[in-house]
Nanobody
Framework: QAQLVESGGGLVQPGGSLRLSCAASGTILSIGVMGWYRQAPGKQRELVAQIGTAGGTNYSGSVKGRFTISRDNAKNTVDLQMNSLKPEDTATYYC??????????WGQGTQVIVSS
């Protein structure tokens, strides 16, 4: 059974950086579209960044230029490098895998708090 596990969240000051990682087991990440989503308290879950099977990327306007999504096929992981963090980036971050003809897979989430 496919599972995703996120890591790397924590407390960081505004302007700081964090690197989130999503590790997969029971599946190969490179066969699907990987995404990072976030959900702040009282808000809907929103897409932050995606990376396709060919390496193409897509970012939400609020993080473009500050966040970078990358895939390491050898390690079967997808990372999200977050720079210039703002208080409004505070949320629980989830990774997601969409594979052809399969149900989407979600991780359990990792919390990011941006605060001084």
């Amino acid at each position: 059974q496919a599972q995703l596990v996120e890591s790397g969240g924590g407390l960081v000051q505004p302007g700081g950086s964090l690197r989130l990682s999503c590790a997969a087991s029971g599946t190969i990440l490179s066969i699907g579209v990987m995404g990072w989503y976030r959900q702040a308290p009282g808000k809907q879950r929103e897409l932050v960044a995606q990376i396709g099977t060919a390496g193409g990327t897509n970012y939400s306007g609020s993080v473009k230029g500050r966040f970078t999504i990358s895939r390491d096929n050898a390690k079967n992981t997808v990372d999200l490098q977050m720079n210039s963090l703002k208080p409004e980036d505070t949320a629980t971050y989830y990774c997601n895998l969409v594979r052809p003809f399969r149900e989407p897979v979600w991780g359990q989430g990792t919390q990011v708090i941006v605060s001084s």
